[in-house]
């Protein structure tokens, strides 16, 4: 493991220095990683030697059709923006209250776009949520039930979001939700990408990366049908999570905020454009695989005996090699990392994630391949 170092990209105006991370040795599947009487960036901007491509097929979401090699999409004329999902998370909250009171920022032809706080519960007490977390309320068990004040806050306020912009996986749903995040961890911009069918997403999100360059902003895929949960934005047709940190925890930091900001601008120029009929020729996008959760090493009590380690802690993104220290017990002994394959680490130490028993996520990076797009 590389010594710590900053991995904030110059988006975020902190540093500029970059890292080449080698590829990962393989796919594997989800695991528990053997842990101590366990019981259960820097961001590249360098090319990788070599990626794993997928060569799948488009695929037909609603509103998609071929001609040729081109994949004819649906115009986006319908898109929401999230702030608040989590109330404690203040550059998305800080944002969306700034557009409602003035959307000129946010306009573009053609486009309805709708600012919105997402948890206002939550937001007035500036805590992650009120009785259970809204980004993982969207279960069709949920959307689905009937009922009253005897669900939780967030049950509630999750039907009500999705009869606003959904109904979920029907034709009437938003076209984009845009859902706002802070991270504690070290990881920069992220943008989170939950299928790696969605060539919409996927140009857009080669749209934007080309737009910040130099500066770096990476992407997550989470479609592991373990570790996948139900978000907020998963109501829209194109689901986009936007990460971007460290910032801690009801506090909003100035270049954190205008980076998110940057990067809703070139995400909303994307659509604008994508609607006036250019099209977007086939391109690849590097991502980062969700592959496993690790938790803390715990007693037999469940109790937290070692926390990350100095040299993984702030290197979201760097590569964690098998061997490498991973955790560091109370009485200063090392845990290594025991897998068998290189993975890259991302919301490392992630302060929401102790009530979650997650330390952080293991990846694997590899490039999808997108199809040429155009409106229909």
């Known amino acids: 493991m590389s010594e710590p170092r900053s991995q904030v990209s110059s988006l975020l105006s902190v540093c500029d ?10 796919g594997g599947d989800v695991k528990t990683q053997p842990h101590l009487n366990s019981e259960a960036g820097n961001f590249s901007t360098a090319a990788p030697a070599a990626f794993s491509v997928s060569t799948s097929p488009p695929s037909t979401l609603p509103g998609m059709s071929f001609h040729g090699i081109t994949a004819r999409l649906s115009e986006a004329r319908r898109v929401a923006i999230f702030g608040g999902t989590h109330g404690n998370e203040m550059s998305g909250v800080a944002l969306v209250n700034l557009w409602i009171k003035n959307s000129d920022d946010i306009q573009r032809r053609g486009v309805d776009i709708k600012p919105f706080i997402a948890n206002p519960k939550a937001v007035e007490k500036c805590v992650r949520y009120v009785e259970t977390d809204l980004n993982r309320a969207f ?13 939780p806050y967030e049950v509630r306020r999750a039907q009500e979001i999705n009869r606003m912009f959904g109904p979920k996986g029907s034709p009437d749903a938003y076209d984009v939700i845009f859902d706002l995040h802070n991270t504690t961890s070290n990881m920069g911009c992220t943008l989170i990408l939950e299928s790696s069918k969605d060539h919409f997403n996927l140009q857009m999100m080669n749209y934007i990366k080309k737009a910040i ?101 702030d290197c979201d993104w760097e590569p964690l090699n098998p061997g490498d220290p991973m955790f560091q017990t109370f009485d200063g002994k090392t845990i290594p990392y025991q897998g068998s394959c290189t993975v890259y680490p991302t919301f490392i130490n992630e302060a929401a994630y102790y009530e979650k028993q997650q330390a952080f996520v293991t990846t694997r990076r590899e490039t999808l391949a997108a199809s040429s797009i155009r409106k229909a």
């Open 139 to 151: 279960t069709p068990e949920n959307l689905s039930a009937s009922g009253g004040d005897e669900f």
């Open 17 to 26: 220095s970059t890292t080449t991370s080698q590829p990962d040795g393989g």
């Open 213 to 313: 360059s130099p500066a770096s902003c990476l992407v997550l895929l989470n479609e592991h049908p373990l570790l996948k949960y139900s978000t907020c934005r998963s109501v829209a047709k194109h689901a986009v999570g936007l990460e971007v940190g460290p910032q801690p925890q009801g506090v909003l930091r100035s270049n954190i905020f205008e980076a998110m900001r940057v990067i809703l601008k070139h995400a909303l120029d994307f659509i604008e454009l994508f609607n006036e009929g250019m099209e977007f020729p086939p391109c690849t996008v590097e991502v980062f695989r969700v592959n496993e959760r690790i938790d803390y090493p715990r007693d037999a009590n469940r109790n937290i005996i070692a926390m990350v380690h100095p040299n993984l802690q």
